[in-house]
């Protein structure tokens, strides 16, 4: 009973940071789409539960930030005109979203389930829990850019948009080869049970998860310019995808099923010692 009471005041916590962060930038229209962030998922959150199925869990919020980033930027245009920036950062947005959403989509329809939702899913509240915190995770990381739309000039276009811009698409290219990489890997039988340490995954333990931080980091780049006083709290988005994907999920369960499974190999624990786990190996 006391688990259950923590996994609502977790969702709780959740949707107050989410919610907090859209009102310190003093735009209603960041505020509305953060609230529409979190009752998509509670929407979705009812068929999930009652069919005890994760497998549209990745592909809603995918859904959710073409969503939300299309009614900031549509109603933006009501409001202030047409912006070219506005509609250069949601086509950013929405491809990463569908790539994404799509790849990990195919990914547990393949594989017929998502482990990590083995036990969550009979839970109403853990799994109440989860779906919110898809809501902040499409919350915090859209921030600044719902932010920059919004604001009174919209996204301005110059020096740090260009360099935003190349930031995003590095990161794209180095998160879809990796993903494109590992898919081609996983397809040999000679690899089966085997780790990858080839193209990017020589260079990079995580090369995927690298590329997400690097294109958030060009997301927010690309908003600074059109931020202001509180605002600029919004740009937490590539420090909380950082700990998001190192500390919280991501790497860290990787690393330590990584470690289970071929933490005995010699080879596993040289590629460790050699390959940083992103960037750089400290």
């Known amino acids: 009973m006391r688990q259950q009471f923590l996994y609502i005041v977790f969702s709780f916590i959740a949707f107050s940071i989410s919610y907090l962060i859209a009102f310190l930038t003093e735009i209603n229209l960041v505020k509305s789409a953060v609230l529409f962030a979190f009752i998509i998922q509670w929407v979705l959150f009812v068929p999930a539960f009652l069919f005890k199925t994760e497998k549209f869990y990745d592909i809603s919020g995918s859904f959710t930030y073409i969503s939300i980033s299309s009614y900031v930027c549509y109603q933006s245009y009501l409001i202030k005109g047409f912006n070219l920036g506005n509609l250069i950062l949601v086509f950013f947005i929405g491809f990463w979203a569908v790539r994404l959403g799509s790849f990990l989509f195919l990914r547990i329809h393949k594989a017929g389930e998502d482990k990590r939702f083995r036990l969550i899913k009979r839970s109403p509240t853990q799994f109440f829990m989860t779906w919110t915190f898809q809501g902040m995770w499409v919350s915090l990381c859209s921030a600044c850019a719902l932010t920059a739309m919004s604001s009174n000039q919209g996204l301005i276009i110059n020096n740090w948009f260009y360099i935003g811009s190349f930031l995003f698409l590095f990161g794209l290219a180095i998160e879809i080869i990796a993903d494109y ?100 190996k400290w």
């Open 181 to 280: 990489q590992k898919t081609i890997f996983r397809k040999d039988e000679k690899n089966k049970d085997n780790f990858i340490k080839t193209g990017l995954w020589a260079l990079s333990r995580h090369p995927n998860y690298l590329g997400e931080i690097i294109l958030w980091l060009g997301i927010s780049v690309i908003s600074f310019s059109s931020l202001s006083d509180w605002q600029y709290i919004t740009l937490i988005s590539p420090i909380f995808t950082y700990l998001l994907l190192v500390h919280i999920s991501g790497v860290r369960i990787l690393e330590s099923n990584g470690k289970k499974k071929w933490g005995h190999l010699k080879s596993y624990n040289e590629y460790i010692d050699k390959t940083p786990m992103l960037l750089f």
